[in-house]
């Protein structure tokens, strides 16, 4: 244990004593400066040798070696006729070593000779990598740009199916006493598979179904933006967590590649809970449930409901994939609503069917029929409406960011109507859009507009027979603030009707103050009218956000500019932007 000790006590007390042996270093580099110098520097390693001390014979070795690393370094940049003048000086405990660089002139590419050869000779994705090496013609010579753009006949070749190609010249000759250098490169992309078939895990799905998300057929040439596609729209599915697309075993006699889909399904059943408040509706509880896979064929249907103080809704929804399942779908629904509101209240049964499909240009276009049938309480009258409403609806949503974007918009678009005599009491056509936009304005500063239009065309002698659900009202957290929830509708009796047309604007300004806070002002405008003549009412206000990983968190004071409204209210309400 003694000699333990002493041997423990000898490292403790030795290691300053070492460490105090090492020669501080200090290395200039002069002549040189930019890409040059940072590149001459990295082959050095000039970094690590000089922030810590060195022994004496490391620093010797290291300056016995540093011209030719400099030399190397200099060269990959193009500069071959590099002069260098080194010195090193010791004094006690350091070392200063100094290098004065000249380039002098870089070697210029006097000839380029690019050839593809193979199937792929006459490829768009081979040519545009050709031209890239033609460019180089006349430049200064980078041994960087030479290997990427070798390595850019590789990578088409990988991505277009070109497995068995290969180089037969690949070579930079280069004639430092002439500053210059001839590039040849001879790529033969040799023959080009094409798709074979394409296998699916066993599970509940059928094969064929699967088979509907795949955008190729067999035969097809290979093409591995094709196989990116198709995972990205399995895993876009409800039906997948986690999805892998491999090429199979390499074909011995034949240039059909076999694919090979290894998946896992997400959970059959799902289920969602929710709780919220919001001034318009009160406190919200809110249910969800799930089958994402009814059959094999990829059916699936949701069940739904909600509950706050104002509403009530429930539902029922069975969606039946097509043959692009992503893009179209048919959806059956049934749903139950309910609203009571201080001057009138509604219960509506409605049950309809929708053709859904995601157009190229991203917008969803649905076209539907809807049966609607609602009791109304208005004015103190009861209003009884069967309405049968074929119509269609486009909706499109883009932002850089879920939780604070910067940059987004969307759009919805709904147009329906019922005919009298059939399938319904009264004709009348209705329309309704909305439309949201956010830019940035300065940094953590944005710019907010909102705007909701409405009108419906109807006989005025049938106008006291629509439905609650059908008549416009402007007012509350996401319409003209400032004003009770669905407050701003022209009056009978003293009672709210709603009226025959919709008008809502909104502009909005909110600062970073804080990494997930901001403060708002905003000017909101609008109102139900049935004249589009009619006075609109508006207000001003301020606000608080909290960028919640849910979503933005709003409570806003807004000021109403009616003399006849209360002097301020309160707002709050929790959601996206957009």
Known sequence: MSILRAFVLLIIFSAPAFASDGLKVDVVISGISGEELDNVKVHLGYKDFTSNPQREISVRRWYKLSSQRILNSLQALGYYSVDIDSDYVKAENEVEISFVIDLNEPVIISFVEVVVGGDGQNDPAFQKVVESFK???????????????????????????????????KKVDVYPEKNSAVIKTKFDSKKRYRFGDVSFDQSRLDQQFLYTFVGFKKGDYYDAQKIIKLRTKLLSSQYFSSVSVVRGEKPTDSLLWPITVNYQLKPRYKYDFGIGYGTDTGGRLSFGFEDRLVNPLGHHYSIYAELSQKKQNSGFEYILPLEDPLHELYKFNIAYDREDIDFAKSRALSAGVERVRIKDNDWTRTIFLRYLHEKSYIAEREVNATLLLPGISWIQSHSNDFKYPTKGWMGNINLMGGVESVGSDFSLFHARARFKFIRKLLPGMRLLLRTELGGMYIDASDFDNVPLSLRFFAGGDKSVRGYDYKNLSPEYNGYKIGGRYLIVGSTEVDYKVKEDWAIATFFDNGGAINNLKDNLESSVGIGLRWFSPVGPVRLDLAFPQDQQAENYRFHFSIGPDL
């Not at 980078?142 to 590789?154: F, I």
């Open 135 to 169: 460019q180089l013609n006349g430049k200064r010579l980078r041994h960087d740009q030479y290997e990427a753009l070798k390595s850019d006949l590789t990578n088409v070749a990988v991505e277009k199916g070109y497995f068995d190609s290969e180089f037969i010249t």
